[in-house]
């Protein structure tokens, strides 16, 4: 069976997209101020109101959500070109992976303009009421960022789903002592962490206001970035049944 490379269009383009969406999503969530149990009993109206001051004491808020907003947009871009290069024995991961990613991406663009562009101006609505009379603004604002908090645990345990299959992927065929079952091995107990937080419901009401969120979202930010490392090695050669015998290279150099 002949062995084709894949051009270095095809490899390295899902694996800049790759690269770009966690350049953006670490990038911008580093500024993003922690909303947790800090601001009061999560789901009091107090601490919806100092929710609602933190939106409003940042001039960024929105280009920071933009940036949080982009960085699964890019990974669910780069995720058709990732499951092309993964095994062929691997194909129904790498479409349950291309899948996963996809919809959660969809989801986390939802939730993130919900928080990032709606937020603003529900808050406004607080703090221009001020106390004793904001009861109709915190519920509106109580409801939009309970939606954002649920489309969000939806969509991180996607991501979790795609990082588990695409690292599963990773694993078919590959040598035992090798950077991509380095990666593989990572990606499987990185992805898993989402899915098993969500099932003990230690994201309720969402994933946000977790102990542990910040090391979540660093690992799935710094996770996609090495699967970025591993994918031109995946496509430099791949199966060709259309010829047979020999090996053949991009440009039909024989081996």
Known sequence: MAIQSRSRLDTWLPALLLFAGSA?????GRLHPHINASLGEVGSDDF???FAAEML??????SMHLGILLGPVFWALAAGGTARLLPARATSLGDIGRNALLLAAALWSFAFVLDGFVGPGLAEAI???GVGADAVAIRAFRANALTMARLGMLS????????FTFAAALLVGSRLRSWRTAVGVLGVATGAWPMVA???GEFYPGPFTSPYWTLIALS????????AT???????REPNPERGGGLARTGGQAD
């Not at 799935?220 to 699967?227: A, D, N, R, V």
């Open 24 to 28: 953006v999503f670490l990038s911008a």
């Open 48 to 50: 919806f109101r100092r």
């Open 57 to 62: 004491q940042l001039p960024n808020w929105e």
């Open 127 to 129: 703090a221009t009421a």
């Open 156 to 163: 991180v345990v996607l991501m979790g789903a795609a990082m």
């Open 198 to 200: 969500a099932v003990r």
């Open 220 to 227: 799935i930010g710094l996770w996609f970035l090495l699967l």
């Open 230 to 236: 591993v994918l031109p090695s995946l496509g430099e």
